[in-house]
Nanobody, 116 residues
Framework: QVQLVESGGGLVQPGGSLRLSCAASGFTFSSYAMKWYRQPPGKEREWVAAVSSDGVWRNYADSVRGRFTISRDNAKSTMYLQMNSLESEDTAVYYC?????????WGQGTQVTVSS
């Protein structure tokens, strides 16, 4: 079955950096586009970034463009989110997502807290 496992979250000061990872299994990772979402406390889940199956095409929400970089390593079935210049507004639970067939799959999420 499809499994997505996020890691790399934590507490970081404003202006700091973190790199999130999403380890995937149960499907042919290299055949599917992948996405990152986040859910800030008390708010709706929102899309953050997307990457094509081959890693060539990438897109970002306006709020993170220029600060975050999405990437993937198909040999390791892993997706990444490099987050730089973090702001308090980036505090959220971060989720990776994939659509396989007619189903959407989510990881359990990893908490990112930006605070001094």
């Amino acid at each position: 079955q499809v499994q997505l496992v996020e890691s790399g979250g934590g507490l970081v000061q404003p202006g700091g950096s973190l790199r999130l990872s999403c380890a995937a299994s149960g499907f042919t990772f290299s055949s599917y586009a992948m996405k990152w979402y986040r859910q800030p406390p008390g708010k709706e889940r929102e899309w953050v970034a997307a990457v094509s199956s081959d890693g060539v095409w990438r897109n970002y929400a306006d709020s993170v463009r220029g600060r975050f970089t999405i990437s993937r390593d198909n040999a390791k079935s892993t997706m990444y989110l490099q987050m730089n210049s973090l702001e308090s507004e980036d505090t959220a639970v971060y989720y990776c997502n994939v659509w396989v067939g007619i189903g959407a799959y989510w990881g359990q999420g990893t908490q990112v807290t930006v605070s001094s």
